[in-house]
């Protein structure tokens, strides 16, 4: 009996405005089990796209950018890694493998922050970490991965939220009874706007901001589903 190959991940890499993402991009794309890397920006290509197989762009938003970038994808898995996001080959290798062997689950990164913010910021990733092992909500940039039809299923991100899509998804995934699983990698993510904004004005906005994101995607779920 013949195994099945191992799915292909499309890489949708959402690109704000100043961001830049030929560095993880051509990382990305040298690897064997990327079957193709999407830049989801809301401008132009520049002339050189050699570190990328696909870039779309239109108005931004970031839940409306990762959705294009979900609609152009030619593979069965995808993954959504932050421009500003760190990893190393041993973190997609990871991620290839957790494809492989969960058909129907949502995976996430375990969160780490790079050295330029403040050191407190060790103290946000402890508490990411926990709450995506306790509660099974991740956030965006722990590089959310999932089948296609997993995406589809939750008819994607929304784009009427101007900050906040990925723990919405996150949320309604998970009152849809959809598995949420640590992949066993890390993906480190800047942490300069800790460093711009102020640590404590940051983290106090973030937990405000992500009880109230919880409280209306639960009650969005309950009244789509009675």
Known sequence: MTASPAPQLSAIIPLGPGDRADGLASRLKLHHRIGEVIVSATSPAPGNL??????????????AQLN????AARQSWLWFVHADSR????TVDAVAEFASSNPVAIG???LRFCNDGPRLVGLNALGANLRSWLLRQPYGDQGLCMPAEVFDRLSGF???????EDLD???????AGISIQSMGATIATSARRYQERGWLKTTWRHQVAAARLIRNARRSARSDHP
Do not use: S
């Open 50 to 63: 050699d570190y990328c197989d696909q870039w779309i762009h239109g108005p931004a938003g970031r839940g």
């Open 68 to 71: 294009r970038g979900a609609a």
């Open 87 to 90: 990893l190393t080959d041993t």
């Open 108 to 110: 996430y990164c375990r």
């Open 158 to 164: 929304r784009e009427d939220l101007p900050r906040g």
């Open 169 to 175: 998804f996150i949320v309604r995934a998970g009152m």
